[in-house]
């Protein structure tokens, strides 16, 4: 079973940048997308970035040009380096791993980690 622990955020004011870190408990092999969701209070999840295990990635219209998603294999760990904060970021954020395996297709979840930008 595959654990993922989110860091990194905090407060913040408009402008300003934070780094997010989402380490995995093991390395996930094989075919794999890593990405980060983020959750206000009363809307819905919605995607922010993945980076696919070949290190493909895909930016929400919302962030283009503001996040950027990375990882290192070989900490098992992915980066959500966020700059120009706008309030409107204000959510909490979540890793999420999906891993493509013989017997099936197999998605994990962070606990989340709260980001709170200032006006």
């Known amino acids: 079973q595959v654990q993922l622990v989110e860091s990194g955020g905090g407060l913040v004011q408009a402008g300003g940048s934070l780094r997010l870190s989402c380490a995995a408990s093991?390395?996930?092999?094989?075919?794999?997308?890593m990405g980060w969701y983020r959750q206000a209070p009363g809307k819905q999840r919605e995607l922010v970035a993945t980076i696919a295990s070949g290190g493909s990635t895909d930016d929400a219209d919302s962030v283009k040009g503001r996040f950027t998603i990375s990882r290192d294999n070989a900490k098992n760990t992915v980066y959500l380096q966020m700059n120009s904060l706008k309030p409107a970021d204000t959510a909490v954020y979540y890793c999420?791993?999906?891993?493509?395996?013989?017997?099936?297709?197999?998605?994990?979840w962070g606990p989340g980690t709260q980001v709170t930008v200032s006006s």
């Open positions: 093991t390395t996930i092999f094989g075919d794999n997308i």
């Open positions: 999420n791993a999906v891993e493509r395996r013989l017997i099936g297709v197999f998605r994990y």
